[in-house]
Structures are given as C-alpha cells and as structure tokens.
C-alpha cells in the first residue's frame, strides 16, 4: 500500500514556474514508477510525464516537453514535477500516481496506475 499526497500547487501568472511535490508512504517507493496526470474541469484526466523506478527513464506528453521536468527523490520518497513557462492551458488539478510492475515510463492510461494521491490545484492566469 502506498499513500501519496501532492503539494505546491497555486495560482501562477502566465509564463511563470511552480514545483510540484509529491510525498509518498512506506519503504517500497523505490519499487514504484512514478507519474504525474492533470484533469481539467470538463476534460478527462490525462498524462503529463512519468519517471522510472531509477530516476533514469523519464517521458512526456508532447505538450510540456521542454517546459516540465519530472524527477525523483527515494531517500526523500518524493517526486517531482518542476514546471516552467506555464500557460493557462496549464490550468488543471493535477495527481501523482505510482505505478508497479513493468517498469515502463510509456503507459500513459490511468488503469496503469495502482495508487493515486487526492490532487493539488494549479491555476495559470493570462
């Protein structure tokens, strides 16, 4: 079982940076890939980016390649989710989630996912 709780979000301004965090439970992080989704009003949830078990393999949605970097911290249990040069079409509650497995960062359907956290709130203003 692992918990997960995201932190960081807020209301930014048009080409400005937020850190997302997200802080998980237990010894078996290191055991997990890690993903970052959002899920804008009306819209489905879909994927931003995923980072493998290592913290070597990571992959993007075509949309934030270039401005998002996801990254891993096991000592610290917490993955991240550096985002820079926000749009409003940004604009999203977004979710981390762990995946266990395969060990892929290319399965981009939440199915994939065994755990999520309860979502923190980003808001990019024009």
């Known amino acids: 079982q692992v918990q997960l709780v995201e932190s960081g979000g807020g209301l930014v301004q048009a080409g400005g940076s937020l850190r997302l965090s997200c802080a998980a439970s237990?010894?078996?992080?290191?055991?997990?890939?890690m993903g970052w989704f959002r899920q804008a009003p009306g819209k489905e949830r879909e994927f931003v980016a995923a980072v493998s078990r290592s913290g070597v393999r990571t992959y993007y949605v075509d949309s934030v390649k270039g401005r998002f970097t996801i990254s891993r911290d096991d000592a610290k249990n917490t993955v991240y989710l550096q985002m820079n040069s926000l749009k409003p079409e940004d604009t999203a509650v977004y979710y981390c989630a762990a995946k266990g497995g395969s060990d892929s960062v290319y399965y981009t359907e939440t199915f994939r996912y065994d755990y999520w956290g309860q979502g923190t709130q980003v808001t990019v203003s024009s």
């Open positions: 237990g010894r078996t992080f290191s055991r997990y890939a």
